[in-house]
């Protein structure tokens, strides 16, 4: 009788709700929470640099671009796509997913902070303010690579799975809000892990960070006086300056980083495009080199030549490729050095201004902002007969441009389109997509990416560039 | 252990739903022996010896007590109904060091009762009324001597031996004797034996008798059948249920249980994904029911119970490391994680522990499972305890594998020549095949173009080895059986390198019952440790098409060959991984124990409890010596990766059941609840910085350790369940299920849910219309059934919004990051399939031949989609959200067998199934606007894809050519897309079993059909032009304009568009279907004198095959795995297996 009823005990417990009630798994933590608490919200924010970081945001823009345009060479089939600007809805572009998750990421702590009280009201300032940046800064990449793009400013899923393409002018207007408001909201200066103390290290995005990609912004939407104003204000930062020697630019705190990022693991001090370009044998299939268009581009005595590009050479055949970053991941690191991946720095900025100035019909300022990066190259000051010619001095620092810029965010692709260059450039007279071995349609439609099929297919409303 | 079972012949409860009373009634057992320690306990119960004295001090003592007494010190046992003992009066008695007999006396004085002792069992029965004694004129009672045979003359052990009418009667012994005594020499004596046909015989005064049976037909309505939580004899089931018997499972050399079902369910459809040991196969029954882009694979998974436990299908491969073949994709944020692949856990299951396996699959068998049943129920039985003498079988076999099958691939010439052309057709041969980009062309510019090799020899030529063995031992006495089996199976590859996938299990299963019969309990217990050693690598068979003139894998000195040009190496060395391990060890326990108590006639209450642990303990080793130079000396590049998963879960179920005779009704009533809990956590360490290869097994001598990732789950279930089951008149059937669930994966309001069914039967051929009418039709039977049943397989906490520690990527200002896990949405519902069945069995001939049909219909709704598609612009690829797409499968079953031939030495049965399935979305109001609307099409089977329509090859510019809109040629937007059902499943596919016997000579084999269209090789294969070799298909290409042919012209680059074109194109489309002898078992039992002299009871050799043959058109490698993954292996194992 003890077993009979211990069994009818059993039967009898019945079904109870709270059984069927669980905690969350202590390896994660409920959304909730997280903006109720300083560190938490605090790592909710860096884990944006640390894929930033670790998915080789920086290398992956400027090889894709690279290829694309006249700066890099690959023959490998895998890169065939970009190298013969022939890219499908199909081919596998990283940028799309990986820029709107990151926006995504950064809605969801505006939302989160905006609405939460648990974190300090200075923390949660800053945090904003980075976020409101980040999105910018994605938002831009977006919009010059792919053209109209979405945009996206909350997290949720149900309107935003239908949203449809917004003019490249509104996508402007929405990130020159987003970089205001952040220049309201960020520090002065970089902050540490508190997320309110000051600190040497440049890796956190300040005020002068947004103003200097408002600046940029401002450029490329032909806001010449805004452009001019936003440089000069990051110029005239005495924390910055152009490193003496262009070998030291891209050191970690180089005194023209704007913004840099951190290298995620402390034992480890390379960066995705040391890893991505630094030869030390003869390239492999998936190595890029430096294309001879680049490379004819240069001054013989120019630093940067010397200093920025590397070769390898088994005695008959040279390889040469981008040594801004110099540190690789096979334990080559000359002198120790430690660097950071640079995210802006002060040159653009003179760039910037030079060109608004020409825009603006101040010649005598352009040059004079031409010369200090020509100057830091170890190039004579750029000839009178120039500088004295609007066509001209605009010619001249899409050229300073190009060697300055190379390799580096993408800036010499998002050039050629921005001043309408792409056509004669990589089609006729300069083929150089003919020369690649690749077919350039005059229609110019080989510019921006295509739009990944996929998201054509799981968005109803969004349209595909025309020529894909 | 020479106690003798005896059997009685008035169960209580109808046998069919009661099978464990039945055990425990036929094998008279005591409740004795409380240790787990089984042959302790055994040694204990033979080595007690009994006094044949008895001393009694009764007062007063109900004859029950009377009994237990003078059994416990004679030795002696009662056997009783406990009906005859209700008139009985207590009994007073004083006695010391009496004589058992003179006891007895004094015990039965004055009572209603009669007893007579035989061998060491005292029958007791009420005594004969007068009338009776009257008709009872017949000659004195005799004893019965006999012996029982089989067909071939072998003495067979614990035959029924009952006297019709009579109360009593007895098991033969090992020698097949038994004795009756005092028997009526005008009786008659009824024989049986599961699986013989029944003789009764009159004794007619003999004292010596000598039987053979014989075996009896299979028919199909006499096997019972296990519906989970009730067993049935099939003849009154009302739901779908197939049964395997484990030994047509164990007749089959693999090592997976899961695989040798394959083709021998009507409705079960099993596809092997890859041919190497330990892979996973996708298991459906009639189809699938569900969405599955966005989904686990377990999602269509059925639900798996051994023994009573669930036990769960999700690989516990660790997500996070990269296992090679045994590789989990990594979850991707929003997207499900563990998409299937990795080592199946069905990997740790002997097959020779298994007595049985019933698929389940209508509503009616499925419903009792609820939340858990709509994709079917799958029950797997261990083999239970046999009382007996103790017996020893053991199985050993050994053998080897090979691939089935191997591509005809360019040689070396027509490689080159095929290279060549592509660059001539690209118009680039001079500015490419330049010495400064050599090493884009190492097969043209590098490279000994002399060179020929075989690469589909190296790398999947070799012959794996194959070797399992089995030991069991089995037995009991009156109280306690056992079985405990030891099994070891090792299994190779085909790929170059030493591994081995071996597997040790140990089984155990104990069976006790009480003194007075109403306690049960048995004790099941299953171990195994499963050793996996296989490559890391996941395509390895992608390099069977390196060009053929590819450099040889070891250099001189024996080592990897690396083909440097200017320090690069040119090619990636196919044996690299040969370096590399990836090893999983996997330990299972599952204990479980039943309970079951008879309160009152026909009322029991059972408990059901069970644990199950299963861990996996990966490594996974990368050295420098499978990497090229320069960076083989790297310490950075010299990883490892260490893994632990766990999988932790707990089920009680405490039952209640009734059951009732009541004129022609027969009731049954079940009732009960359900708690389970899972737990399950994931750990992953990657570590690197070795500084040498001999050091990366030890996590310790790296210079960097880091967490890849770690998880953590716990699932809770909770249930009310019920079934009620009425029969009249032994006819007309009736039988209802249902049950509540909850289930933690819902948020809070969505937790719980209702299901059930309903089924009904008829057994028309007990209709005397049909049996004096249609005498040939032994038996027919009309069964329905219609019900709900659920599906929660999405994963755990999908409705939670959380933020998780980004895995193993460092930090940033000295701290790990936090990102969203995932889009949650805590708005989800439980998936509900409604099934519906109609089916008809039939016997003819006294069930010679046997043929059942079932039309079933299968709709589900509410589709519950863990990673819904969405656009990447929402942030992430998906979210978990109920979609009201219905899905339609509907199909037809049939299943025959027969016994074609029967005489005294030759035999031929057949037993054969079809299935012919259709699977359609009906309804998906809205998909326009989802992720789906180019994966799914309302109208067509799931399984349809998007295509373009291939027209041919262009004469003029030998391009592909596809049906466009703008007429010329080449598909440019969506709407020159059509819709093709090709790939969309098979039309019909089945089995044939033939078995002949000729005396001991046993010839079994077993051919399996699909008939289907697949995607040819062409659709995996890389272009034909490139760096990758090609089938001698390729060699009709188009050469010059006019030429008529399938193949477009070679090319470097240039005209990939119309070949990635092709691929998506139905130009791919092919017949893939097949027969497969999938195997052949050809045994001889040696004779009964050979056998005795070599002192064993029974002794077979064997020559077994699997895969043996395959017919197909398909074009590619294996039309049931096909495109580029490893084909299934042909093994061919010999072996003997004999009993002591």
Known sequence: MRIASSLLLLVGLGSCKKFVQISPPSTVIVSASVFDNDGAAHSALTAIYTTMFNANESWLVSYQTGLLGDELVNLDASATPFYENNLLPTTTVNLWNDAYNYIYQANAIIEGLSTQSGVTPAIAEQLIGEAKFIRAYWHFYLVNAYGDIPIVTNTNYIPNAKLSRSSTAEVYQQIALDLSSAIQMLNLGYVNQTDTTITTDRIRPCKAAATALLARLYLYSQKYDSAELHASTTISDVRYSLAPNPGDAFLANSSEAIWQLATTQPNYLQTGDGNGYVLLAGPGPLNPQLSAWLLNSFDSADLRRSNWISSYSDGTNTWYFPYKYQVYDDGNNPNNRTEYVMMLRLAEQYLIRAEARVQQNNLIGAAGDLNMIRQRAGLHAIADSIAADKDLLLTAILHERQVELFCEWGHRWFDLIRTANINSVMGSPGNICQQKGGTWNPDGHQALFPIQQTEINTDPNLSQNPGY | MDCKALFVPVPKVRDREFPHRRLVTQILLKMRLTAIMLFAGFLHVSAKTYSQKITLQEKDAPLQKVFRDIEKQSGYQFFFADNDLRQTKTVTLSVKDFDLNEVLTLTFKDQPLTYSISEKTIMVKLKEKESEKKIDNGPPPIDVHGRITNEKGEPMEGVNVIIKGAKSGTTTDADGAFTLRNVDGNSTVIISFVGYEQQIIKVAGKTALVIKLNQAVQSLKDVTVSKGYYDVKQEYNTGSVVKVEGKDIQKQPVSDPILALEGRVAGLEITQTSGLPGTYSTVRIRGQNTITIGKPVTATDPLYIIDGVPFSSQTLTSPFIGGGIINRPAPVVGKVDGIGQGLSPFNSINPSDIESIEVLKDADATAIYGSRGANGVILITTKKGKSGKLKADINLNAGFSKATHFLDLLNTEQYISMRLEAFRNDGRLKSNLVPQYANYYPDLLIWDTTRYTDWQKVIIGNKASFANGNISLSGGNENTSFVAGLGYTSQGTTVPGDYKDRRVSLHL??????????????????????????????????????????????????????????????????????????????????????????????????????????????????????????????????????????????????????????????????????????????????????????????????????????????????????????????????????????????GPGKQFGNFGAIGIGWIFSKDTWFSQNLPMVSFGKLRASYGIAGNDNIGDYQYLSTYSPISGSGSYQGSGGLRPTLLANSDFRWEEIKKIEAAVELGFLKDRINLSASLYRNRTDNQLIPASPLPNITGFGGVTANLPALIQNQGIEIALSATAIKSRSFTWKTTGNISFHRNKLLNFPGIENTGYRYSYFVGYPLGATQVYHYTGVDPQTGVYMFASKNGTGAPLSPDDLIIDKSLAGPLYSGGLENSLSYKGLQLEFFLQFVKQNGQDYVNLSPYPGTNSNQTTYVLNRWQHPGDLTNVQKFTRGTFTQPFYDFQLSDGTFTDASYVRLKYLSLSYNLSQNVVRKIHFSNFMIFLRGQNLLTFTKYKGLDPETQGLSMPPMRTITAGIQASL
């Not at chain 2, 003139?549 to 040969?578: C, E, F, K, Q, V």
């Open chain 2, 509 to 746: 299963n104990l069976i006790n019952t009480s003194a007075n019969k109403r306690f049960l309990s048995q004790i099941s217990v299953l171990y195994s440790n499963d050793n996996s050693n296989l490559p890391t690598e996941t395509d390895l068979i992608q390099n069977i098409l390196l060009p053929p003139d590819a450099p040889p894998i070891y250099d001189a000195n024996g080592n990897l060959n690396w083909a440097t040009y200017h320090g690069s190496p040119t090619w990636r060395n196919p044996l690299a991984y040969s370096n590399k391990n990836a090893i999983a060890i996997t330990d299972l326990y599952i204990a479980n124990l039943g309970l079951s108590y008879q309160l009152l006639q026909g009322l029991t209450l059972r408990a059901n409890l069970g644990y199950t642990v299963n861990q996996m303990d990966q490594t996974i080793l990368w050295p420098g010596s499978a990497l090229a130079p320069p960076l083989n000396n790297n310490a950075d590049f010299r990883q490892s990766f260490f893994s632990t998963s766990n999988n932790k879960s707990w089920i009680v179920e405490p039952q209640i059941n009734y059951s009732k005779e009541a004129g022609k009704s027969h009731f049954d009533l079940l009732f009960g609840t359900t708690f389970q809990s899972v737990s399950s956590d994931s750990r992953a360490l990657a570590a690197r910085g070795f500084s040498s290869d001999i050091l990366i097994s030890n996590i310790q001598a790296a210079s960097d350790v880091s967490v890849v990732g770690s998880t953590e789950a716990l699932y809770h279930y909770n249930a009310f369940y019920g079934r009620a089951g009425y029969t009249l008149q032994d006819r007309y059937l009736i039988n209802l299920a249902g049950r509540r669930d909850g289930s933690s994966r819902f």
